[in-house]
């Protein structure tokens, strides 16, 4: 990936980092890295930097904007701290371990604390990442990648996220391994295995017979404007796992990372959140290790009192924070959504995130089959949360594209369940499902199941999101491929062993023919598929909100916009399928792949304040109206993990904290 170089800020106009910081109370407590307090940093105007700070400093991977150096998420420049000894040390988010300088062993009261040779941020990734190497598996490479998380925010952040232009290109290679290990489908194994993992908390863990306490607990966090995003989970329906009660806290952190590798989301200005609402798995409730409320999920009016107060609270404390749900169960994820979106900066990412990225990835594959959107055939098999989200995102883009009505739209769009093809002799049918069931008497006599519904429409796009492993077989595979050139196939649940069919098996029984993403990474599958029966090698995309939610936070965050509309949902679509590498060479991946995931989210989050300044929702001011000039301004508020100089906050500073008049990081240590 090839950054744009922007000339650095002078050291004048350098500064107005944001970082979380301790109160005094906190920093004395044994637990103080939890009751962390992010604050926004006062900006800070002067900075010499000593040569062992330079060279720490040289490894920066993006340099920051002279023209919006002041605006308050820019975070370049010199980072003021309180915190010394031990305690600055067990702090992630000052924490440089061997990096310190000399000058900030001596200002810390650092040295004799650490060993003598001060070390670069390449030097101390490689040791990183020889240690993440001996880790015996995947589950023990995510524990350790926690526990640097824990230790060091600008080392994992940076050992995971490394670009080409910088020089530390070893990690750069191993970027899509790291990014299944801290995230799908790896983060989904760290999650079954929370109470047996468990060494810190991280998070929020609000419970839900202590709702007149949430406002209390939820006000630990931050002042006023110190969150920018919070995910939040019930824990119901995780990944393709189901139920896994206050484990889920971890979904909201794995999200939250991504938020921060992807798409710059300031790491100490995120909050991940999880509704202990208890649990209806069995196994966790005979577990003598879980960490949640042992009892049955509470469900109806305490469960909507407490998301309410949770929803009331988080906007209340922090009323600039956008609200990303994850993972609710099939009855709520949409109904929390519907009750909120009209009323909040609010997101589901199983409806819409994974909405946007699927039809951005059809569109890619329109474009290679010579389709438009009029000619999509698509059935989804699974017609839950990401099911019905995926259904409603595609159906409002034909209608769009069509200048046809929405119920017509429908008409293109078969969704398939547990009782099979949805139709209108089916009881019990959501409202989100019922704009899709298809008229009973069409379909008398005819097989509903999956294969009898492939064989009578004929699509040329299937999607799964039915948690089903294996549900596309060969034979209904080669069925669609019967009758289409280039069948879009996707098999999207999570994680891995859960995916509808395997991408190396679709394109093995479609000659290398059908256009496959699937839920999670796939590896790239070989094949005597190209012309004379020469191999090829088919690179997967992965088709996972992952692509898009960082960029839509992104934009939401920056733009400050009331809501978040049908319009800037449509926007970031865009962005997406713009940057489709199938755009190019239709033998590429439909979406664009990790290692330009921080290029895509800048894309969308353009494209999403745009479409809230048109809706006028956005709030912040000053956004400008040129899109290059917009681009830049994004970056700028991108948080880069790069070792920032420390400056000792002195006691008038520390005072000034204590008052709570400046907002200056750091506490009295
Ligand atoms: N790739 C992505 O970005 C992405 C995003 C969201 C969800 N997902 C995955 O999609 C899957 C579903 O997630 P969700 O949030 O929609 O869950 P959900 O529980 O809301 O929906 C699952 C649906 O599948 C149906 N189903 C279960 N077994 C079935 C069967 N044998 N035949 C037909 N239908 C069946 C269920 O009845 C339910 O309606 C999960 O595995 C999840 O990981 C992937
Ligand atoms: O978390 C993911 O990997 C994608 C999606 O949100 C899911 O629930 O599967
Ligand atoms: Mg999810």
């Not at 080409?164 to 070893?170: Q, Y």
């Not at 290398?512 to 094949?527: E, F, I, N, T, W």
């Amino acid at each position: 990936m090839i950054w744009p170089r922007i000339p650095r800020a002078p050291p004048h106009l350098a500064g107005a980092g944001v970082a979380r910081s301790l109160s005094p109370q906190a920093a004395a407590s044994p637990h103080h890295h939890h009751l962390a307090i992010p604050r926004p940093q006062q900006r800070q105007v002067t900075a010499t930097a000593s040569s062992a700070q330079h060279r720490t400093m040289s490894t920066q991977p993006e340099q920051k904007s002279p023209k919006y150096g002041h605006l308050p998420l820019s975070t370049s420049g010199p980072l003021e701290c309180a915190l010394k000894g031990t305690v600055l040390l067990n702090h992630p988010y000052f924490n440089k371990g061997s990096a310190f300088t000399k000058q900030e062993r001596r200002d810390f009261g650092l040295i004799g604390l650490l060993p003598a040779c001060i070390q670069t941020l390449d030097q101390q990734i490689q040791r990183a990442y020889e240690q993440y190497r001996s880790r015996a598996d995947d589950l023990a490479k995510n524990v350790f990648l926690t526990s640097l998380k824990e230790q060091n925010d600008v080392l994992y952040f940076r050992a995971d996220v490394v670009r080409c232009d910088a020089p530390s290109k070893l990690l750069q290679k191993h970027l899509p391994e790291m990014f299944s290990v801290v995230y799908t489908p790896t983060e989904g194994d760290a999650i079954q295995n929370y109470s047996r993992l468990f060494r810190r908390p991280q998070g929020c863990f609000l419970n839900i017979h202590d709702i007149d306490r949430v406002e209390e607990d939820l006000s630990q966090w931050g002042r006023p404007e110190d969150i920018d995003y919070i995910v939040v989970t019930d824990g119901e329906e995780i990944l393709g796992i189901g139920d896994q009660g206050a484990g889920g806290i971890l979904i909201s952190v794995a999200k939250l990372a991504l938020t921060t590798l992807c798409a710059g989301i300031h790491p100490n200005r995120t909050l991940p959140v999880v509704l202990d609402c208890g649990t209806d798995n069995q196994d966790l409730l005979d577990d003598p290790l879980y960490l949640g409320l042992r009892e049955r999920r509470v469900r109806g009016e305490q469960y909507d009192r407490l998301v309410d107060t949770f929803v009331k609270a988080a906007r209340k404390l922090y009323p600039r924070a956008y609200i990303h749900f994850e993972d609710f169960g099939l009855d709520n994820a949409r109904r929390i959504l519907d009750i909120y979106k009209s009323k909040i900066p609010c997101f589901n990412d199983d409806v819409q995130g994974t909405g946007c990225v699927t039809l951005a990835a059809i569109m890619a594959g329109l474009h290679v089959s010579k389709q438009k959107l009029c000619d999509l055939k698509m059935v989804i098999f699974g017609a839950g949360s990401a099911g019905v989200g995926i259904a409603d995102q595609v159906r409002d883009a034909i209608a769009e594209e069509g200048g046809i009505s929405k119920e017509d739209a429908s008409k293109q769009i078969w969704l398939i369940d547990k009782p099979g093809l949805l139709t209108t002799g089916i009881d019990n049918l959501s409202a989100a499902q019922r704009g899709f069931a298809k008229p009973k008497a069409d379909w008398s006599g005819k097989g509903t199941d999956l294969l009898g519904v492939i064989r009578e429409v004929r699509p040329n796009a299937l999607i799964g999101t039915s948690t089903k492993p294996g549900a596309f077989t060969e034979e209904v595979v080669r069925e669609m491929a019967r009758h289409h050139a280039r069948p879009i196939v996707m098999p999207l649940s999570n994680p891995t062993r859960l995916h509808e069919a395997r991408p190396a098996d679709i394109l093995r029984w479609t000659d290398g023919r059908a256009l496959v993403a699937a839920g999670s990474p796939a590896d790239p599958v070989k094949g005597a598929w190209g012309k004379d029966g020469k191999e090829v090698t088919i690179e997967v995309a992965e088709c996972n909100n992952s692509v898009v939610f960082p960029g839509i936070g992104l934009g939401a965050v920056l733009s400050r916009s009331r809501l978040v509309t049908e319009k800037m949902l449509v926007a970031a679509v865009e962005g997406v399928a713009e940057a489709s590498p199938a755009l190019k060479d239709p033998t590429a991946p439909l979406l664009p792949g990790v290692d330009v995931v921080r290029d895509v989210s800048v894309r969308v989050a353009r494209k999403v304040i745009r479409a809230a300044v048109e809706d006028g929702l956005a709030t912040e001011e000053g956004i400008p109206r040129d899109d290059k000039e917009l681009e830049e301004w994004i970056r700028e508020q991108m948080w880069d993990p790069v070792y920032r100089p420390l400056k000792l906050v002195d006691k008038a500073g520390a005072s000034r904290l204590a008052r709570g008049e400046m907002r200056v990081v750091g506490s009295l240590g």
